[in-house]
């Protein structure tokens, strides 16, 4: 199922259709706060200590912090609701409480978010959203709230985590109760055969005035980003059951300096990051480090303590990109330092400086200023044969060309766009701006670094073997080389010869035509022995294998040259 989110920088129903909602800007006055993170172990979710500051001369009217808001159906009632990816409870504040056709619990609960939070008592509704019904979802029932989304026009929040980081199913769960897990769960559960997963495409306009469209959906991609799929999974953290949409962050990277991230949440890998993508928070909250890396360098930039927040110029471009999962993605430029109503030369930076308590499962909080530049897809995992879902994973494609991010940046804020701008990040990988990478290779390399000792022994020991292996054969080639039988050719003998009379018998012949040569008999053998009848025979070759150790060098066949051969006598052997 599909939903179209028009978006503005503060927004309210004014239109809307079966998946198409059409909003306008309204104004909010409330100051600026800084947000005060305090891990919470009961619910894990964040509470705030929302100190406001009555000298900001910033408020939410004055600078571009968009949220996003959709239409959801409870008790046969549309109400708006933010749609946040760092939380997984469904609240909501009508009109009148408790709101009309839903069943009221006397469970009571106070929901708290990074900023503001809401109370009221758990109840349960049919509820409807993206099309798909859920016959009874739990819920809270809110009679009291502080957040400023609802200044936006919001009436509420539909959290898209984790059943895990569910408030409202912890607690229904103490009553030995399994019916309150999230609205994406139950959604899912009523759609088997939908893929388990979410796609957000959140959008910009140049022009505060303009009405913004993107798109929310469940179990299909928008075509026009189809290209996600091909892109290889981000892996949350941890990898099994998380409890919210985390992953790690490889390295930051701000013109050509990539500057590498730490962690301080347990088990995670010490030179990355652990991030939380959260759809509900407009800016980035990182570690000051990181903050001082991006803004530092800028001319003319400065921290204003009082706020919390770096003041940048607004003709400062910042090119910059995040690699998470091995893959680049840049940022648009407009939302590193949004501009303000107060002073079109000074902006702020969207990177807010924030330390989270040792304990809490992650170090940034990223928010919209970074998602408007990635399509993203949240992949719950699928049902298999028993019911279960599998491992959860994300998907990113970048949709920012960071050229025409720079013709977009100066076209609002003067000066001469860069041109040719492409990213490096780790083990050099790159991005140019019209180029998605789909590689990713950050964990492996991690898990080779980790065998490397083991595999370079292993290396080590098969070289060994081979060169062993290599030497003995040499070894046993050479000795059966000088062991090999060598044939010799004797001396007063060839072998093989053709047969040809060898002896040849003068005869009286009155014929002078004729030699008086005439053939002898063909028997060697038996004229070398005396008074040995003439017998027929047949030619028997003599053998020439010889072997080193029964070949004797052989002597002339005879004895005593020049002196004639006599009756009886024979050649010595020359074997």
């Given amino acids: 199922m599909k939903l179209s989110i028009p978006f503005s920088l503060a927004l309210m129903v004014a239109v809307s259709s079966a998946h198409k909602f059409t909003v306008k800007k309204v104004k909010h006055s409330d100051p600026l706060q800084r947000r005060s993170p305090v891990y919470s172990p009961s619910d894990l979710q964040i509470n705030v200590d929302a100190a406001t500051t009555s000298n900001s001369t910033f408020d939410l009217s004055s600078i571009h912090d968009l949220i996003y808001l959709a239409n959801v159906t409870v008790g046969g009632v549309v109400y708006s609701v933010q749609l946040d990816t760092g939380s997984s409870d469904l609240f909501i504040k009508g009109d009148t409480y408790p709101i009309p056709n839903t069943n009221e619990t006397t469970l009571t609960y106070n929901l708290t978010y990074a900023i503001g939070w809401a109370s009221g008592h758990i109840a349960y509704a049919p509820v409807e959203f993206v099309g798909i019904p859920v016959p009874s979802q739990a819920f809270l029932d809110a009679d009291k709230v502080n957040n400023p989304a609802f200044g936006y026009g919001a009436q509420g929040i539909a959290g898209l985590g984790f059943t895990r980081l569910s408030s409202i199913d912890l607690e229904v769960n103490s009553t030995s109760s399994s019916t309150g897990r999230s609205l994406l769960y139950n959604l899912f559960a009523a759609n088997p055969a939908e893929q388990n997963f979410i796609a957000f495409a959140l959008q910009r306009s140049s022009d505060p005035q303009d009405d913004v469209e993107g798109s929310f959906a469940i179990g299909e991609l928008e075509p026009a980003y189809a290209a996600v799929a091909g892109n290889e999974h981000i892996s949350t953290w941890p990898i099994n059951s998380p409890y919210r949409w985390n992953v790690l962050l490889d390295a930051v990277i701000v013109n050509d300096t990539i500057t590498v991230p730490t962690t301080k949440v347990v088990g995670a890998p010490s ?123 994300m998907k990113l494609l970048s ?33 140019a701006p019209s180029f998605s990478i789909s590689t990713d290779i950050s964990n492996s390399l991690e898990l080779i670094g980790k065998f490397i000792p083991a595999m370079l022994g292993i290396v080590a020991l098969n070289a060994l073997i081979l060169i062993v292996c290599c030497t003995v ?103």
């Fill in 271 to 393: 030179n990355k990051a652990v991030v939380l993508m959260d759809s509900g928070s407009s800016y980035t909250y990182a570690p000051k480090e990181i903050c001082d890396a991006i803004y530092g360098g800028v001319a003319g930039a400065a921290f204003d303590s009082s706020l919390g927040y770096w003041r940048v110029p607004c003709s400062a471009e910042i090119d910059m990109a995040l690699q998470i999962g091995g893959q680049v993605f840049p940022i648009h430029p407009l939302d590193v330092n949004p501009s303000t109503a107060v002073d079109p030369t000074l902006c702020i930076g969207s990177f807010v400086p924030q330390s989270f308590n040792i304990g809490t499962d992650f170090d940034w909080l990223i928010g919209d200023n970074f998602l408007r530049s990635v399509y993203s897809v949240y992949d719950f995992g699928d049902f298999d044969s028993t019911g279960q879902m599998g491992n959860p994973y």
């Fill in 399 to 431: 949709v920012i060309d960071a050229d025409q991010a720079s013709v977009d940046f100066h076209d609002q804020r003067g000066g001469t766009p860069r041109t040719n701008i492409t990213y490096s990040g780790l083990n050099g990988i790159s991005v």
């Fill in 473 to 575: 054969w040499l070894i046993n080639f050479i000795r059966k080389r000088r062991l090999r039988p060598v044939a010799r050719t004797p001396r007063a003998r060839m072998s093989p010869m053709p047969p040809v009379d060898v002896r040849l018998s003068r005869a009286p012949s009155h014929d002078s035509s004729n030699s008086g040569m005439v053939p002898m008999p063909m028997n060697p053998r038996n004229t070398y022995v005396a008074g040995s009848p003439n017998s027929p025979h047949t030619y028997e070759p003599v053998s020439m294998a010889f072997t080193e150790d029964t070949f004797v060098p052989p002597s002339p066949a005879f004895h005593g040259f020049g002196k004639g051969v006599q009756s009886g006598d024979r050649p010595k052997s020359v074997a």
